[in-house]
């Protein structure tokens, strides 16, 4: 069984989907593992780390001849793919909804396409869930993104010369990223607040050590989706939670937007109106910038400013911690197919009645068989 770990095309993917650790890892499964020279520059592993834990390395052509599974962190280009087996695995964040074409491309080439995102997210899979472990990385850059670009100190600090007061953040959205940015802005030192669609998400807030920002007396209003994502809220309860974030918004410093439906444009949760009312030098980071954006006027990739406001608008956030999100994005990759390994096949097997296979598998057979895309 040969798996190949490719470089990264994507402009701006800095990350690799395979470490020394995991190479040695699926090595010890009987696997061999190759992988494509300067794969691991930019997560600071060099072809040298990958050679010495047991895989070969060499070009693209090399690393795809015969290979029977591919990984990646973003979908490979199907044109690129020349040389790997009929019927080989392709194993990556693939944006299914976003990249179709793509998804078409690779059943009409007979690939057997695993889409790790459409992980179910329930309790046996959490150590294979990509969306968390690159999450959790976001949710923390974006807070040290925010104080980079804003012009004060995050703590409190009693000097000879005076008080310095605490920013004041205020993070929308409590998935993995917004529970992150709350722990990290606490470490630094902010007075943190917290809202989402979901009440029950209110304790995590609390447990945190943050002012939860509710709206009340909506009723019927829970704001749960399937795999514990938000969905989309009521007129009623959208026009609540403006007015109860237009309050709020303006006293604060920084504030950080990661709401996401799967599937869907990003909802939008911040308006002009409300940037008019902040204070000048105030940041807000969007990390739903690339899926349309929380803010209004946010641009991807860019940092813009609006009525004084910073608005911080990059891209592909857990590449920018390229390292830490490699080896996660690896161990959640390994956990996935070594959960399905056989041992005396030396080679992993997936039942078509499980739940997890059935969440990931897209393609297969030369069709598309994801019920999440046959519906959209």
């Known amino acids: 069984m040969k798996i190949a770990v490719l470089k990264e095309q994507a402009s701006g993917e800095r990350r690799v989907s395979a470490s020394p650790e995991t190479v040695k890892k699926f090595i010890g499964l009987g696997a061999t593992v190759a992988v494509e020279t300067g794969a691991g520059e930019y997560a600071s592993i060099s072809d040298a780390d990958f050679a010495a834990a047991g895989a070969s390395v060499g070009s693209r052509a090399d690393v795809l001849g015969d290979a029977d599974i591919i990984f990646g962190v ?11 087996k009929p019927g080989a695995m392709i194993a990556a964040s693939l944006n299914p909804f976003g990249e179709r074409a793509r998804i ?6 007979g690939f057997q396409a695993l889409a790790l995102e459409f992980m179910p997210r329930i309790t046996r899979a959490q150590s294979m869930d990509i969306l968390s472990s690159q999450s959790n990385l976001a949710g923390y850059k974006a807070v040290i993104d925010g104080a980079a670009e804003y012009g004060k100190a995050f703590p409190m600090m009693m000097t000879a010369a005076g008080t310095v007061s605490a920013a004041k953040v205020f993070i929308m959205g409590v998935g993995v990223a917004g529970l992150q940015a709350i722990a990290t802005a606490r470490r630094l030192g902010a007075q943190v607040s917290a809202t989402d669609v979901r009440s029950a998400t209110k304790e995590q807030i609390q447990s945190l050590g943050a002012k ?5 007396n909506v009723a019927g209003i829970e704001g749960e989706g399937a795999g514990g994502y938000a969905t989309e809220m009521s007129d009623e309860y959208k026009a609540a939670q403006a007015e109860l974030v237009s309050s709020h918004i303006a006293k604060q410093d920084i504030v950080i937007t990661t709401a996401l439906i799967p599937g869907r444009p990003a909802p939008r949760l911040i308006s002009d109106a409300q940037i008019a009312s902040m204070k000048p030098g105030s940041v807000i980071v969007d990390l739903a910038v690339e899926q349309g ?5 946010a641009v991807a990739g860019e940092i813009i400013v609006k009525h004084g406001v910073k608005i911080v608008g990059h891209r592909n956030v857990p590449s920018r911690l390229a390292t830490d999100a490699s080896a996660l994005f690896a161990r959640n990759l390994f956990n996935f197919f070594s959960a399905f390994w056989d041992k005396e096949a030396k080679a992993p097997v997936f039942p078509d009645d499980d739940e997890i296979v059935q969440g990931v598998r897209v393609t297969m057979g030369g069709k598309v068989v994801s019920e999440r895309l046959l519906a959209s």
């Open 74 to 84: 973003q979908g490979p280009d199907p044109a690129s793919l020349a040389g790997a």
């Open 104 to 109: 078409d491309a690779y059943a009409a080439a």
């Open 212 to 216: 939860p920002i509710f709206v009340e």
């Open 293 to 297: 954006g929380n803010v209004e006027g």
